[in-house]
C-alpha cells in the first residue's frame, strides 16, 4: 500500500536552532501534502497544506515565515522549523492523499517527535 | 465551536465491555467521515469509514445521523489491544484536507 516515509522520528535541538522534517511518498506522487502539529494528550492540528511546485497554504495562525513548506517534488515534501524555541516542542506529522483510494486515501507518516531545549 | 467535537474521556472499561463513542460536527458541507485510531506517540491510523446507512466491521460498528451531525462508534466485545485514543475526523466538500476531533482515550482494563 502507499506510504509515506518521515524523517527524522525523534530530534532535540537547541533554541534558535532550525530542524528540518522530510517527508517522502514512496510508491506514489503526492501533489498534496499535509502537515499537523500535535500536542500532548490533544488532536492533531492542521499547521499548512503543501502543494508540489507552489506555495503552501497556510492555516490560520500559522507563521508562514517560522514554518517553511517546500514541496519540490512529487514524492518530497519538508517542513524547516527555524530559530525553534521550547514552544514549538511537539509531535508533527504529515499526510499524503492516495487519488485513487477515494476520501479514505489518507496515508500518514510516522510523526516527528521535536524537542527543544 | 469546534468543527469536529468529542468528549475527551478518558473511559476505562474492563475487557468484554461494549464501548460507545459519539461526535458531532459543526459544518453541514462535511462530506465524508471516518473514526481513526491514534496508539500512544504514533500517528493516526484509518479504523474505518463512516456511512450514512452504517457499516460494521467485526466488533465496531460506525452510524452517521446527518440530520443531527452526530457520528458514533461502538465496540462491541472491548479487547485489551482496542486501547487507544480514538479520532472522529470529518472532510468537508470541495476541501482536501482531514479536521480532527480532539479524541477519546480509551482504556481496557483486564
Known amino acids: 500500500g502507499a506510504v509515506v516515509s518521515q524523517h527524522p522520528s525523534r530530534v532535540i535541538c537547541k533554541s534558535g536552532t532550525s530542524v528540518k522534517i522530510e517527508c517522502r511518498s514512496l510508491d506514489f506522487q503526492a501533489t498534496t501534502m499535509f502537515w499537523y502539529r500535535q500536542f500532548p494528550k490533544k488532536s492533531l492540528m492542521l499547521m499548512a497544506t503543501s502543494n508540489e511546485g507552489s506555495k503552501a497554504t497556510y492555516e490560520q495562525g500559522v507563521e508562514k515565515d517560522k514554518f517553511l513548506i517546500n514541496h519540490a517534488s512529487l514524492t518530497l515534501s519538508t517542513l524547516t522549523v527555524t530559530s525553534a524555541h521550547p514552544e514549538d516542542s511537539s509531535f508533527y506529522i504529515c499526510?499524503?492523499?492516495?487519488?485513487?483510494?477515494?476520501?479514505?486515501?489518507?496515508?500518514f507518516g510516522s510523526g516527528t517527535r521535536l524537542t527543544v531545549v | 465551536r469546534k468543527e469536529v467535537e468529542q468528549d475527551p474521556g478518558p473511559f476505562n472499561v474492563p475487557e468484554g465491555a461494549t464501548v460507545a463513542f459519539n461526535c458531532t460536527y459543526s459544518?453541514?458541507?462535511?462530506?465524508?467521515f471516518f473514526w481513526y485510531r491514534q496508539d500512544c506517540r504514533k500517528e493516526p491510523k484509518l479504523l474505518m469509514s463512516?456511512?450514512?446507512s452504517g457499516n460494521e466491521d467485526g466488533r465496531f460498528t460506525a452510524q452517521l445521523n446527518r440530520a443531527s451531525q452526530y457520528i458514533s462508534l461502538l465496540i462491541r466485545d472491548s479487547k485489551l489491544s482496542d486501547s487507544a485514543t480514538y479520532l472522529c475526523?470529518?472532510?468537508?466538500?470541495?476541501?482536501?484536507?482531514?479536521?480532527f476531533g480532539q479524541g477519546t482515550r480509551l482504556t481496557i482494563n483486564p
Open positions: 475526523v470529518v472532510n468537508v466538500r470541495g476541501a482536501q484536507k482531514l479536521v
Open positions: 463512516v456511512y450514512s
Open positions: 499526510s499524503a492523499r492516495v487519488e485513487d483510494r477515494g476520501s479514505g486515501g489518507y496515508t
Open positions: 459544518n453541514s458541507a462535511s462530506q465524508s
